[in-house]
């Protein structure tokens, strides 16, 4: 049997960390970390970091190469095969690491309840027959931490909020029936699509960590800033996370 913990990390800060994030990193036999390629080195070191600032006994970190996803292909059947890659993987480093069972934990960006696919693909190892009980430690989502940074609520009074994609709103346009949505996992900044006037925007890059950046206004005035920021800030890094929040101009913020 499998004890696996999926612990939510927060976006980079260590002081996401809940306690009880913290015990069951120390309670873990093996702690998996995927590593991405050079271009994205900066997250398995932050990775690092966190192991190293709160592991206090015998936990074994173990880092393997996730693999990559074809973005030649179609994007649905492309996640689903990229799907059944990790858990290939996972599955590998398992029977080299706990070949008879043990404490395993995976360290996830945000929470695992949000735009993340980790809870699936353990769901794919349960399905093929591998003995597993997943246990989820929640953190703060990337989300959270945007609102947070802002000084900003989510909602409206009363009002509904709908979480999408880049791709979703770049495809669909702006969601019926809402006033405030919140964007993630949008690489070509699909708020340049829309009607800007009369739509407020609060974007934020690598939030809660030491170069997080936040740009908020008229869309139709920041567009152009948070573009070229953005930009920036990944030629810098090599990578990127980034996140935003939507509303029609009403009363100035979503409250």
């Given at each position: 049997?499998?004890?696996?913990?999926?612990?939510?990390?927060?976006?980079?800060?260590?002081?996401?960390?809940?306690?009880?994030?913290?015990?069951?990193?120390?309670?873990?036999?093996?702690?998996?970390?995927?590593?991405?390629?050079?271009?994205?080195?900066?997250?398995?070191?932050?990775?690092?970091?966190?192991?190293?600032?709160?592991?206090?006994?015998?936990?074994?970190?173990?880092?393997?190469?996730?693999?990559?996803?074809?973005?030649?292909?179609?994007?649905?059947?492309?996640?689903?095969?990229?799907?059944?890659?990790?858990?290939?993987?996972?599955?590998?480093?398992?029977?080299?690491?706990?070949?008879?069972?043990?404490?395993?934990?995976?360290?996830?960006?945000?929470?695992?309840?949000?735009?993340?696919?980790?809870?699936?693909?353990?769901?794919?190892?349960?399905?093929?027959?591998?003995?597993?009980?997943?246990?989820?430690?929640?953190?703060?989502?990337?989300?959270?931490?945007?609102?947070?940074?802002?000084?900003?609520?989510?909602?409206?009074?009363?009002?509904?909020?709908?979480?999408?994609?880049?791709?979703?709103?770049?495809?669909?346009?702006?969601?019926?029936?809402?006033?405030?949505?919140?964007?993630?996992l949008d690489g070509d900044c699909a708020f340049q699509m829309l009607d800007a006037p009369g739509?407020?925007?609060?974007?934020?890059?690598?939030?809660?960590?030491?170069?997080?950046?936040?740009?908020?206004?008229?869309?139709?005035?920041?567009?152009?800033?948070?573009?070229?920021?953005?930009?920036?800030?990944?030629?810098?890094?090599?990578?990127?996370?980034?996140?935003?929040?939507?509303?029609?101009?009403?009363?100035?913020?979503?409250?």
């Open positions: 049997m499998i004890d696996l913990h999926l612990i939510g990390i927060g976006t980079g800060n260590p002081d996401h960390l809940t306690r009880a994030a913290i015990a069951a990193m120390n309670a873990a036999d093996v702690i998996l970390l995927p590593r991405k390629g050079d271009a994205k080195s900066d997250l398995i070191d932050l990775r690092r970091t966190i192991c190293a600032d709160v592991l206090t006994g015998t936990t074994r970190v173990i880092e393997f190469d996730l693999p990559d996803r074809d973005t030649s292909a179609p994007y649905l059947s492309a996640v689903d095969q990229w799907h059944d890659a990790i858990a290939l993987a996972w599955r590998d480093e398992i029977a080299h690491h706990l070949p008879n069972g043990g404490r395993l934990a995976l360290l996830v960006w945000g929470d695992p309840s949000l735009y993340d696919s980790t809870l699936r693909i353990a769901d794919r190892l349960r399905a093929e027959g591998l003995a597993m009980r997943v246990t989820v430690e929640p953190g703060i989502t990337s989300l959270q931490a945007l609102t947070a940074a802002h000084a900003i609520p989510l909602n409206r009074v009363g009002a509904p909020v709908l979480i999408t994609t880049g791709r979703r709103l770049r495809a669909e346009g702006w969601p019926a029936e809402v006033d405030t949505i919140a964007v993630m739509i407020l925007i609060w974007w934020g890059a690598y939030l809660g960590m030491p170069h997080q950046a936040l740009i908020a206004g008229s869309l139709h005035e920041v567009a152009e800033r948070i573009i070229r920021t953005r930009a920036n800030l990944r030629e810098r890094h090599g990578w990127i996370m980034d996140i935003y929040i939507l509303c029609r101009d009403q009363s100035g913020n979503p409250g």
